[in-house]
């Protein structure tokens, strides 16, 4: 297990377990104490958690990984659904990208299509993530447009005043969103209101919506509310989708395909 594997590893158990001691840290990651010790101290230096006097607890009251840290998470789901997301993109359309792990793969994915390697554009790219726009500048077939704002460094992404007004002046054909939380009865969210409010905008400025999200995503509510489940028009998700939920789903109108 590399550095980088064992500081993943370390920082979902933190999440999933609220807290960490050393010795039984040690015993999952199939390390010494030291190592472990070592660890704690380098993501305490780069302020992902909070060392005690045995171990480490998340850092502040409401604890999110940065998105670094978070792309190892479900890495096989999101490329299937990366690459069915992308499929739905016609060359030549407006598309629009939030910030998250599978909106990126997303990204990747339409990066690598053979039928978009030429254009002028071949593709438009609105974004409000930092991570987007600087992988997909390099391609000079895309136009990228990206909004200002204020970088939040979790994840990112652009947000506040400055960046609704950007995005308030442009239309696009289809909106793709990475949400945390997607419900039949209380549609799409995200865990923060200044996301949720540029989601929301983005749904508003495009013909299609599309929500690119795994199963442990579905079925969930969380704080901030993007937008009705009747707004949505596409779901791409992977075949843990419980069937009650997909037929909620369907129910409300939206087409889901699962990957």
């Known amino acids: 297990m590399t550095r980088k594997e064992r500081w993943q590893t370390l920082l979902d158990l933190l999440v999933e377990r609220g807290g960490l001691e050393v010795e039984p840290a040690a015993e999952a990651l199939g390390v010494s104490a030291a190592t472990i010790r070592r660890d704690l101290?380098?993501?305490?230096?780069?302020?992902?958690?909070?060392?005690?006097?045995?171990?480490?607890?998340p850092h502040g009251v409401s604890y999110e990984l940065p998105l670094r840290y978070r792309t190892s998470r479900r890495a096989a789901e999101k490329l299937r659904i990366s690459e069915a997301v992308a499929a739905l993109i016609a060359p030549g359309e407006v598309v629009g990208l939030t910030g998250g792990t599978t909106t990126t793969e997303v990204a990747r994915a339409l990066a690598a299509r053979a039928d978009l390697a030429t254009g002028?554009?071949?593709?438009?790219?609105?974004?409000?993530?930092?991570?987007?726009?600087?992988?997909?500048?390099?391609?000079?077939?895309?136009?990228?447009?990206?909004?200002?704002?204020?970088?939040?460094?979790q994840s990112y992404e652009l947000t506040g005043p400055l960046a609704q007004q950007v995005l308030g002046q442009l239309s696009m054909d289809t909106a793709v969103l990475g949400v945390d939380a997607f419900d039949p009865a209380d549609g799409a969210a995200t865990r923060h209101e200044d996301e949720a409010a540029m989601n929301r905008l983005l749904c508003e400025r495009a013909r299609r919506v599309v929500i690119?999200?795994?199963?442990?995503k579905l079925g969930v509510r969380a704080f901030a509310r993007i937008c009705a489940t009747s707004e949505v028009d596409v779901l791409v998700t992977d075949t843990g989708l419980p069937p009650e939920v997909a037929t909620g789903f369907a129910t409300a109108g939206v087409e889901v395909v699962r990957v």
């Open 41 to 57: 101290d380098r993501l305490a230096e780069q302020q992902l958690l909070v060392r005690t006097r045995g171990g480490a607890v």
């Open 120 to 153: 002028s554009p071949a593709l438009t790219v609105v974004t409000n993530a930092l991570n987007i726009a600087g992988e997909l500048v390099i391609r000079p077939q895309f136009k990228i447009v990206l909004t200002g704002g204020v970088a939040r460094p």
């Open 212 to 216: 690119a999200a795994d199963s442990s």
